[in-house]
């Protein structure tokens, strides 16, 4: 009895400690946020400060849209640290932001912009994006364009700016308003395997977007049609359905704001015109002129200048996942000027000789960025040469791509012994002065030990899924159990898997899957090993037995697979704790390289790690559907 009353009280101590520990963090997470909300400064125009302006050369100007903002990046989501590295880095370039009425000024009356002139919008009217975005602008002192969709005003959503925050924001002068249209909605649906799916929400479509291709529009785009392509409804009702949501978008804005927003941005981009289809495109034009006075009607480049239509301006979207190199190198091309990239730890940066792209030694990486629709090669500064070498890295540039390591490499890379990931395939490979040889490939789902689903297997659980998705939203109980009667069905059906015949479905890699490797490499004499995330992957023979030098390397991976169309061809590699010994058969390696943190420096990035840990534990992410834009 005694020992259970003793047990009992050291559990009621743990609990009291725990909420003890539980209350001063979120007193602490209280504290920086009310923090964040607090606005002591006021936006500062260009006009008042020492700018270069345009001469006679029209500079034109850059658009920056980013979808939202949260304490950490996760597609599509930008964290609050990369944002301010991007933001940042601009600054640290020159540039200033410019507003709407600049933008106007410039087209409608030739008033010159600054010479390095920034216009930035976020999307989505987040209520984080605000929250996290602020502060960063006063800093800076940058403007932005909030951009919302009205619909999202009545759901009462907190993941959602309503009027009256919108209405706050203008006041800390570091905002103006924009929108995105009235709401987000998607027609003429059909799966990869062209099944019609019709008319899906956001909802809807977040839930089957894993089965989709990009056969499928946006609701202003298009005549809604059926699984034929055929017209379902009239040209009268087209408009009058397209018509409504520009109606109540202006019946809103002027309701809640006082005011329609002049600037718009069509969903979605680069169409040619304003719609897929010549008649609804003209539809949309006349409320376009009507309502606005610009729009962002392109996406993928970020360059504007004199000559464009008002009504035809184009914007870059950064990823979540671009390093700021990757930003500077989008913008570098776009804008034809050249552009200082940031190099990070000048120290570790000392170590290495950029050959081709830009690098950034941040914390215990390496980010190495490409050249568009090219490579980015760095060479270890060292003028001892190697044979044999250990190495170990973890890999995390995205899956589209590839980060390669070369050893045994000499100054024109003629002869080497290269190890590479490569859009999730491992290549062992070597050059003795021909053409480069394969000597090993190996498919890293295979050595994740991930069974390979047949193609009708693939097509059985899209059907499912979307009949999943159909029978939870349904608009009645009766249309509910027509769906989950046709689910059961469908469950029951019988495939053909691989090992039955059945061709086999391979996923195009999309640009923005995350990829992470652990990889070990021992090279000693004719013998090479590659451990992959604790796995044997790879004992090769090698031929190349010559001492060299060493690389690493970068490349774009190609399109890939993407709903949103992205047109980036720059890819960043990035080799996080990478450290390179020598075998000179001394009972231990000499070390060539080492980008960890040690001593004190790694005790307190530790710590910080540790502490976001924390944070991530007890402030969760509001999970975003992704919208397909």
Do not use: C
Request: glycine share 6%.
């Amino acid at each position: 009895m005694l020992a259970n009353e003793n047990w009992t009280m050291q559990k009621q101590k743990q609990k009291r400690r725990r909420v003890i520990v539980q209350v001063g963090i979120l007193f602490i997470i209280a504290f920086f946020s009310i923090n964040a909300l607090l606005t002591l400064k006021t936006y500062k125009p260009y006009a008042e400060q020492n700018v270069a302006m345009s001469s006679t050369l029209d500079t034109g100007f850059v658009a920056l849209s980013y979808f939202g903002v949260a304490r950490k990046s996760e597609q599509p989501l930008i964290g609050i640290d990369r944002l301010h590295e991007h933001l940042k880095a601009l600054k640290d370039q020159g540039y200033v932001t410019i507003t709407q009425a600049d933008i106007l000024a410039y087209y409608q009356a030739g008033k010159p912009l600054p010479a390095k002139a920034l216009f930035l919008m976020f999307e989505d009217g987040r209520r984080d994006t605000a929250i996290f975005s602020q502060k960063i602008l006063e800093e800076l002192n940058f403007k932005g364009t909030m951009l919302t969709y009205p619909e999202n005003f009545k759901k009462k959503d907190p993941k959602f700016l309503v009027p009256d925050d919108l209405i706050d924001l203008e006041k800390t002068t570091f905002w103006e308003m924009g929108t995105n249209g009235y709401r987000l909605a998607f027609i003429n649906v059909f799966d990869r395997y062209d099944n019609y799916l019709g008319e899906l929400d956001p909802l809807k479509h977040a839930k089957v977007a894993p089965y989709l291709s990009r056969k499928y529009n946006h609701y202003l785009m298009d005549y809604i049609r059926d699984e034929y392509g055929v017209p379902k409804e009239s040209y009268a009702r087209m408009r009058e359905r397209i018509s409504y949501d520009y109606e109540i978008l202006e019946d809103i804005y002027a309701k809640q704001l006082g005011y329609v927003p002049r600037l718009y941005i069509l969903m979605h981009s680069n169409t040619g015109s304003f719609g897929n289809n010549d008649r609804v495109s003209a539809v949309n034009e006349y409320w376009i002129n009507k309502l606005f006075t610009m729009n962002f009607n392109r996406e993928g480049y970020a360059f504007n200048k004199q000559g464009s239509s008002l009504y035809d301006l184009t914007r870059m979207q950064p990823q979540a996942y671009w390093h700021t190199n990757h930003l500077l190198m989008r913008i570098k091309y776009d804008i034809n000027q050249n552009v200082e990239f940031v190099q990070g730890d000048a120290d570790k940066h000392r170590n290495w000789e950029t050959i081709k792209g830009a690098a950034e030694m941040m914390d215990e990486t390496i980010v190495l960025t490409s050249l568009p629709q090219d490579r980015g090669l760095l060479r270890l500064k060292n003028n001892k040469t190697f044979r044999n070498v250990s190495l170990s890295v973890n890999l995390k540039g995205n899956r589209l791509g590839m980060q390669k390591i070369y050893l045994r490499a000499d100054k024109d890379l003629t002869h080497y012994v290269a190890v590479a990931i490569f859009n999730n395939s491992l290549y062992v490979t070597e050059k003795t002065g021909g053409a480069e040889q394969e000597l090993y490939k190996l498919d890293l789902d295979s050595h994740d030990g991930k069974i390979p689903v047949s193609i009708p297997q693939d097509k059985k659980a899209a059907e499912m899924k979307a009949l999943e998705v159909f029978a939870r939203y349904a608009p009645s109980a009766s249309q509910a159990k027509i769906y989950t009667e046709r689910l059961q069905e469908k469950s029951g059906e019988d495939v053909p898997t691989v090992d039955e015949g059945a061709d086999q479905y391979v996923p195009v890699i999309s640009p923005h899957q995350k990829g992470n490797r652990n990889v070990n490499l021992t090279l000693k004499g004719k013998d090479l090993r590659v451990v992959i995330d604790e796995k044997e992957a790879a004992a090769v023979k090698v031929s190349a037995l010559n001492t060299g030098l060493v690389y690493l390397e970068t490349a774009w991976g190609g399109w890939g697979f993407s709903q949103r169309n992205l047109a980036d061809d720059v890819y960043d590699g990035v080799f996080e704790q990478l450290v390179i010994m020598e075998n000179t058969g001394a009972e231990q390696e000499a070390v060539v390289f080492d980008s960890r943190r040690k001593g004190f420096d790694g005790m307190i990035f530790k710590a910080k790690q540790y502490w976001n840990i924390v944070l991530d534990w007890f402030m969760p992410r509001t999970p975003f559907d992704e919208q397909d834009k």
